[in-house]
Structures are given as structure tokens and as C-alpha cells.
């Protein structure tokens, strides 16, 4: 009818830049990454909105880097000098939506190298060749750490803490993969609010030669120097309020370094050295009331609310029939499996140099592994149960061991309900590789 005036469309692509900055104010970072793909207008304000000094971005619920499907797995490829490298294809599983993802991040090639650690929204990458590096899955970002653990060292001690835990695990099969090289690797930030690096003030910190050593490396100096603790071997290290903070793998010493009368410098002071309360009796009953193998525990650091918390995981160990119908002959092995029973949480007094359990957690839900331990409001989690511990598989010297098994101790722990549920179905995969970690979507 010629008296009708059809409405004109709305052009997205003409919405002004205040218009989209005030949106994406309200938006985490993985919903602007999704914004900034509409266009390239939506783009250049998305990059100019968080590159702005002004911009922190909101909490969100950890990203868990998984497996890609297994008809993506990992592979070797020979690159241009004809070196076998290791290429892993990136893939995220979303906790609020329970669903994975390939295509949220803008950086969308593969990595290489076997991934030993998650800190502030960077994977540590480590090569064969023992090299050291951070890749940001999201901004594509990369940052090569310049300093060797080989520095310093003896041929015989070069050999021994290098060479024979190559990520390849070609020389000594007991120490398959990197992580047996380093266990544990973690940023040692500044500005901790900003998560965002600087280069001249911020360093990493490491767990090495199979959880035996400490050690951390300023971008600006490029060295790495050890930490010499009194009770080595270590599960976890943290940095809090200008302090690293490390736990020993056994009775559960929490060890303290300052960095805090020159910044984090190469001239850190050991200060303190707290006697751990495990529940090895707790662990010993279980275990005989369940007729296990065996039990192990894993210790995590983690601050919450302004305060230092011990966790402790008790970990069930069993012999079972494991088959695949993707595995060799689809023949059933017998194998030692695992899994994580209970947890038990702690405060530390460092003023008073104790230990204190806590029955609860509050609004707060934790998120460990291999990542540098993360706590977080449940407000800012959505998709998440209160009072509990979102856990990854941490086991490496389980997970690594065989072929055909090992990743896939992963779940929840809810402290009041005092049990175990899963969060991301594990029952039909072969083996988790790489093995599963919590990534904190950062644009930096």
C-alpha cells in the first residue's frame, strides 16, 4: 500500500561508541570478545575499551581448558626444520552453560608445548628443549621467559634437573611429560588488581624437578634463582600481600619468603615456617573403612577474603578394569585408578603460626589444580554451588603413568554436603591430554 512507510532496519554497525562502552561495562571479558566478532566497528571500540588504563575487568567464572575432541587430539608435526613438535588445539568447557567452546577466543591457532601451569589468564608452556613461555588464549598474547634453570648448574645437576624430565619424556620414562619438570609455575604480579603484567616489576615463580625445588625469575633480570626451603618437596606456591608462600608435599609445611622490603627483587628473606595439622588420621580410617589401596593427599594455598587458606585433598587410590572402545584392541587393562574423596580447609594464622580448620566457606567457591588457586564470591560465579571446591586433576604422577588413563579427577566438593559431584562428564574419554586447567579470561 503506497501509504505505508516501511521502517528502516537498525544498522548495528552505526551504534555510537558510548552506547557500546556503557554495554560492555556491564559484560565479562568472554562476552566482549563475543561482541568485539559483530563487526569491525564493534572491534575497534571493544580493543579501545580494554586497552583503556580504566578498565578492570568484571569477575567471572574460570574457563576450564579441556581436551579437544578426540578426533582433534594432540599431535606431532614437523616444523620447518624438520623437528617434531607437539600442537595442541584450544578448547574451553563453560561452567555457567555446560557446554565447550572452539571458537571464543580471537586468538584462534594452536600452541605448542605441554602446558605446566595457569596464572591471572596465562598458560605456561614449556618446550622440549626446557624453554619456558606464557601464551594468553584470549589476546593471543606471548611472553617468552628468558631465564634458564640450566644457569649455574653443574653438568651432572644440568642433566639430572633438566634433560631427564624433557616434555617429551624420551629419556627416562617414569617422568613422562613437563609437568614431572615443572610442577607448578605461578606469576608473581605486582599490581594484582590490574592483572595485568609489567615487565619490570613482575616475575614467576616455579615448582621444579618434580616438586623438589623452588624457584623464581624477574622478567627484567632474567635469572632464575631457588628459594632454599627447609622442607622440600612442595605441592603448591602462592603469592600474597608481597609474600610467596609455598607448602611442602609432606606434613604439610607452609613455608614464607618477603619480598616486600624491595618489591619482588632477587634478595627475598625467609620468614617464617608453620607446622601443618594434616588429617592423616581422618585419611588412615577412610581408607580402611573403604578397603582402598591407598589414600594420598594434596596440599593447595589459596587466599580468600583477604586471609591465607590450607586445603588438603584426600585422594582414593584403587585397582580396577579400565577399557576404552578407542583403546588398543579394545582390550580391558587393569590399572591403578584414583579419585578425590574429601577436602579439608584451613586458615593460617600467621601472626600466631597456626593452622585453624574451617567447616565452611561462606559465599565463597575455589577453583584448584594445576592453576594458580583461585577464590572467587559465588555472586561473580554463575553457574556455581556456594561453600565448595571446583577441582582438576592435580595427580601428576598418577595422571602422567599411563597411556590410557589419567586427567580425569575432576569435580566439585561441597563442604556442607561433604561430597564429591561432577561438573564435566570424563567417563568416556581415553586419556585427558592435555590435562584439564582453570583459565581466568584475561585481555591482557
Not at 578492570?56 to 613438535?85: A, M, N, V, Y
Not at 577466543?105 to 595457569?118: A, Q
Request: glycine letters at 6%.
Amino acid at each position: 500500500m503506497a501509504g505505508i512507510k516501511r521502517k528502516r532496519e537498525a544498522d548495528w554497525c552505526e551504534v555510537g561508541s558510548d552506547i557500546l562502552e556503557s554495554i560492555m561495562r556491564r559484560l565479562c571479558f568472554v562476552d566482549i570478545l563475543r561482541m568485539k566478532r559483530a563487526c569491525r566497528w564493534w572491534f575497534s571500540v571493544g580493543e579501545s575499551y580494554t586497552s583503556s588504563p580504566s578498565y578492570l575487568p568484571c569477575f567471572q567464572t574460570p574457563w576450564l581448558l579441556i581436551p579437544p575432541p578426540e578426533e582433534e587430539e594432540e599431535e606431532d608435526e614437523d616444523d620447518d626444520k624438520g623437528e617434531r613438535k607437539s600442537i595442541i588445539s584450544l578448547c574451553f568447557f563453560n561452567l555457567d552453560e555446560k557446554k565447550p567452546y572452539r571458537d571464543v577466543c580471537l586468538c584462534r591457532e594452536v600452541y605448542e608445548g605441554r602446558c605446566v601451569g595457569s596464572s591471572h589468564g596465562w598458560l605456561f608452556l614449556l618446550d622440549k628443549t626446557a624453554n619456558l613461555s606464557l601464551f594468553n588464549p584470549f589476546s593471543g598474547a606471548r611472553i617468552q621467559v628468558e631465564g634458564s634453570l640450566k644457569e649455574g648448574r653443574s653438568e651432572e645437576e644440568e642433566l639430572f634437573d633438566v634433560d631427564s624430565y624433557t616434555a617429551d619424556g624420551t629419556k627416562y620414562k617414569k617422568y613422562k611429560g613437563g609437568r614431572a619438570f615443572i610442577s607448578k609455575a605461578i606469576l608473581m604480579m605486582s599490581d594484582i588488581c590490574k592483572k595485568k603484567i609489567n615487565k619490570d616489576k613482575d616475575g614467576v615463580v616455579l615448582i621444579y624437578r618434580g616438586g623438589e625445588k623452588l624457584a623464581f625469575c624477574m622478567f627484567n633480570d632474567g635469572r632464575f634463582m631457588d628459594l632454599h626451603g627447609a622442607h622440600e618437596s612442595y605441592n603448591d606456591v602462592i603469592c600474597y600481600d608481597n609474600l610467596v608462600c609455598a607448602i611442602s608435599q609432606f606434613y604439610g609445611f607452609v613455608e614464607v619468603w618477603d619480598f616486600s622490603t624491595t618489591g619482588f627483587s632477587p634478595s627475598p628473606t625467609k620468614v617464617m615456617d608453620i607446622r601443618s595439622c594434616l588429617p592423616l588420621k581422618k585419611a588412615i580410617e577412610f581408607q580402611k573403612s573403604t578397603r582402598q589401596v591407598c589414600c594420598s593427599y594434596h596440599s593447595y594455598l589459596v587466599e580468600s577474603c583477604g586471609e591465607l587458606l590450607s586445603i588438603v585433598r584426600i585422594v582414593s587410590e584403587f585397582m580396577d578394569v579400565h577399557v576404552h572402545e578407542n583403546g588398543k584392541d579394545n582390550q580391558p587393562k587393569k590399572i591403578r585408578l584414583y579419585k578425590t574423596v574429601m577436602f579439608y580447609v584451613y586458615r593460617v594464622d600467621l601472626h600466631h603460626k597456626i593452622l585453624v580448620e574451617m567447616e565452611s566457606l561462606g559465599d565463597q567457591v575455589l577453583f584448584l589444580g594445576g592453576n594458580n588457586s583461585i577464590s572467587l564470591r559465588v555472586e561473580d560465579c554463575p553457574g556455581c554451588i556456594k561453600d565448595s571446591i571446583y577441582f582438576t586433576d592435580s595427580y601428576w604422577e598418577r595422571a602422567d603413568e599411563d597411556d590410557s588413563y589419567g586427567g580425569h579427577d575432576m569435580g566439585y566438593y561441597n563442604l556442607k554436603d561433604k561430597c564429591v559431584k561432577p561438573f564435566y562428564d570424563t567417563l568416556h574419554r581415553y586419556k585427558m591430554k592435555p590435562t584439564p586447567f582453570w583459565v581466568l579470561p584475561n585481555p591482557w
